[in-house]
């Protein structure tokens, strides 16, 4: 059987993201019941961290160590990834060593190069391209707290950054509608957006978007990398803030997620993470579990 990478969320049918997602649930309820489950008990991960992060390591250390498996940590000094070593030869060598490999970085092309010369699974923790193990997270929140997101309508609000690529993958794949708000010279990849017209808009007024809305997202408004850009976003974005209020335009049932780290005053309003509406505690913390259970099936398969 060939080796399944995770590079987006279009490595998997939808099919096998929803029995992911079910399973993640699964494994999430069983932890929590205090049963161990070490499906991955001999097997070990290689984080590679070129973009740093707390939730992202946090997450998959600890699900492996749950899963009975161990996962150590590469920084830029500790790898010759892109530097005095090709990536195709990197990728060759860890493949000997490890059952799986996690790549967080800038350049899309390096995690794709990486994967194309792998021959254990590459996971995808995010890339300047997308982010695709937040949006299993996500998914898993919503189906959680409102059921399947089939046919329900979607907004982001904000950038259109790695996350919102994301979502329009998740679109299709989830079978949802999403509404993109966001200013002009803001949007996310052409391509993507181009390849799907039939269940993306993009709806300029942040209140015309979120109208009616399932769920409303947003990520922050100068990604990393992007520091320079901050005094500049803050003015373009100045209508885009999601608060209570813009809130109360979505449907009564209306979840508001985000990826964090959040800026207060910003992306959100001082006092939207407050609100019984916003679910990220529950988001952030079923990174651990929905990535649990991306792991179990990409190195042992299927359960």
Request: charged residues 25%; aromatic residues 6%; contains cysteine.
């Amino acid at each position: 059987m060939s080796v399944r990478h995770f590079l987006s969320l279009l490595d998997l049918s939808p099919q096998e993201l929803e029995r992911l997602i079910q399973r993640a649930i699964e494994l999430k309820r069983r932890h929590k019941a205090g049963l161990i489950d070490e499906p991955l008990k001999g097997k070990v991960l290689s984080m590679i961290f070129e973009k740093s992060s707390t939730r992202t390591r946090v997450s998959f250390e600890a699900g492996m160590a749950q899963l009975g498996g161990a996962a150590m940590f590469l920084s830029p000094r500790d790898t010759q990834l892109g530097r005095g070593e090709p990536i195709p030869d990197t990728a060759r060598v860890l493949s000997q060593m490890v059952d799986a490999v996690m790549i967080r970085t800038f350049s899309h092309d390096a995690v794709e190069t990486f994967a194309a010369h792998s021959t254990v699974p590459v996971i995808n923790a995010l890339t300047d391209y997308n982010h695709p193990c937040q949006l299993l997270a996500d998914v898993q929140t919503y189906v959680e707290a409102r059921g399947s997101l089939q046919g329900k309508r979607v907004t982001w609000v904000g950038d259109g950054n790695n996350m919102c690529n994301s979502y329009i993958n998740a679109a299709r794949q989830f079978d949802f509608q999403l509404n993109i708000a966001c200013p002009e010279g803001y949007e996310p990849d052409h391509a993507l957006l181009e390849n799907n017209r039939d269940r993306v808009n993009i709806i300029r007024d942040p209140k015309a978007a979120v109208e009616g809305a399932h769920m409303v997202v947003t990520d922050v408004w100068a990604s990393m990398g992007q520091e320079e850009e901050q005094a500049k976003r803050e003015k373009d974005f100045a209508d885009y803030q999601v608060s209570p209020a813009l809130m109360n335009i979505a449907d009564r049932d209306a979840l508001f997620l985000h990826c964090l780290p959040a800026h207060r005053g910003e992306e959100i309003s001082e006092d939207m993470l407050e609100d019984e509406r916003a679910v990220v505690w529950e988001e952030a913390g079923n990174r651990l579990h929905a990535q649990k259970a991306l792991l179990e099936f990409l190195i042992i398969g299927h359960r």
